[in-house]
């Protein structure tokens, strides 16, 4: 039986101080799956769009090179450290039509004319995604579109226990997709996309599914596994999944030299997206 959940998830990651070179990071990993995704759900030039759950800017800073100079991007994100990181990048890139609001979707005041809401692991973490999507298409226009991004954890955690997949790459795998778990993440997003959004009153939605895998030594998939371990470590003692002592560092350097020797890959997660335009 699915329970309907009444709080949202605890950000097991937490805040850190090296929050922003994981998050950099994985922006790089995710950027052509999520550009992909955007392109085909209609995001283009001109576009009046809001990034829900901006942390530190990557997708505001992927929107912009879709919407051009004639769009704008406004971000949205409970976290202010991060979007101070944000503005800093936006700044540096020269950018003056991208700009940032710290608040909560769910309660904040803001323009109802947007040709696009999106967003990249935010519902994983929310109570009702549902009610989340109905706020979000308050800010849009008719005809706008919706188009989110999330990691599908059920697969992810599928593909890393199949053969060859390097051993100590499964553990860290349990480890961490349990740390999510113990938090109240949604774990099967992707499979309950077409609920969600037809519950929110919007149009049974595209969808599509996207390894994110890694096989060369140098693939910097290896760099954030090490990042994630490090951030989510504390949870990990706290909610009594992780107990022994554990050398992060030598630790993701065995799975990559075991990827190496098994002329294996790494699976480091699968992304469910899906989109559909607002009706009005």
């Given at each position: 039986?699915?329970?309907?959940?009444?709080?949202?998830?605890?950000?097991?990651?937490?805040?850190?101080?090296?929050?922003?070179?994981?998050?950099?990071?994985?922006?790089?990993?995710?950027?052509?799956?999520?550009?992909?995704?955007?392109?085909?759900?209609?995001?283009?030039?001109?576009?009046?769009?809001?990034?829900?759950?901006?942390?530190?800017?990557?997708?505001?800073?992927?929107?912009?090179?879709?919407?051009?100079s004639t769009g704008s991007i406004v971000g949205v994100d409970v976290y202010s450290a991060g979007l101070d990181v944000a503005r800093a990048r936006v700044h540096a890139a020269g950018?003056?039509?991208?700009?940032?609001?710290?608040?909560?979707?769910?309660?904040?005041?803001?323009?109802?004319?947007?040709?696009?809401?999106?967003?990249?692991?935010?519902?994983?973490?929310?109570?009702?995604?549902?009610?989340?999507?109905?706020?979000?298409?308050?800010?849009?226009?008719?005809?706008?579109?919706?188009?989110?991004?999330?990691?599908?954890?059920?697969?992810?955690?599928?593909?890393?226990?199949?053969?060859?997949?390097?051993?100590?790459?499964?553990?860290?795998?349990?480890?961490?997709?349990?740390?999510?778990?113990?938090?109240?993440?949604?774990?099967?997003?992707?499979?309950?996309?077409?609920?969600?959004?037809?519950?929110?009153?919007?149009?049974?939605?595209?969808?599509?599914?996207?390894?994110?895998?890694?096989?060369?030594?140098?693939?910097?998939?290896?760099?954030?596994?090490?990042?994630?371990?490090?951030?989510?470590?504390?949870?990990?003692?706290?909610?009594?999944?992780?107990?022994?002592?554990?050398?992060?560092?030598?630790?993701?350097?065995?799975?990559?030299?075991?990827?190496?020797?098994?002329?294996?890959?790494?699976?480091?997660?699968?992304?469910?997206?899906?989109?559909?335009?607002?009706?009005?």
């Amino acid at each position: 039986m699915d329970i309907q959940k009444t709080s949202d998830a605890t950000y097991v990651l937490g805040h850190p101080t090296r929050e922003e070179e994981r998050l950099q990071k994985l922006g790089q990993l995710l950027y052509p799956s999520t550009k992909h995704l955007f392109e085909h759900a209609g995001i283009t030039s001109g576009m009046k769009v809001l990034d829900v759950g901006s942390g530190t800017g990557d997708v505001a800073l992927l929107l912009a090179e879709l919407v051009g100079s004639t769009g704008s991007i406004v971000g949205v994100d409970v976290y202010s450290a991060g979007l101070d990181v944000a503005r800093a990048r936006v700044h540096a890139a020269g950018l003056t039509n991208v700009s940032f609001v710290t608040g909560d979707i769910r309660n904040i005041d803001l323009d109802t004319d947007f040709d696009a809401v999106v967003g990249r692991n935010v519902l994983i973490y929310v109570a009702n995604q549902s009610d989340v999507l109905r706020v979000c298409c308050n800010h849009l226009r008719p005809g706008g579109i919706v188009a989110f991004h999330e990691i599908e954890w059920s697969v992810s955690e599928r593909a890393a226990e199949m053969t060859p997949i390097p051993h100590l790459f499964q553990q860290a795998m349990t480890w961490v997709a349990g740390g999510f778990r113990h938090a109240g993440a949604e774990m099967q997003i992707g499979f309950k996309f077409p609920t969600v959004f037809l519950d929110a009153g919007l149009p049974l939605p595209q969808m599509w599914l996207d390894g994110i895998v890694g096989t060369t030594e140098d693939w910097i998939g290896y760099d954030f596994v090490a990042d994630v371990l490090y951030d989510i470590l504390p949870k990990l003692r706290e909610y009594g999944i992780l107990t022994e002592e554990l050398d992060i560092d030598s630790y993701v350097e065995l799975i990559r030299a075991e990827a190496k020797q098994q002329r294996s890959f790494v699976p480091l997660f699968f992304m469910a997206g899906a989109w559909a335009r607002f009706q009005g």
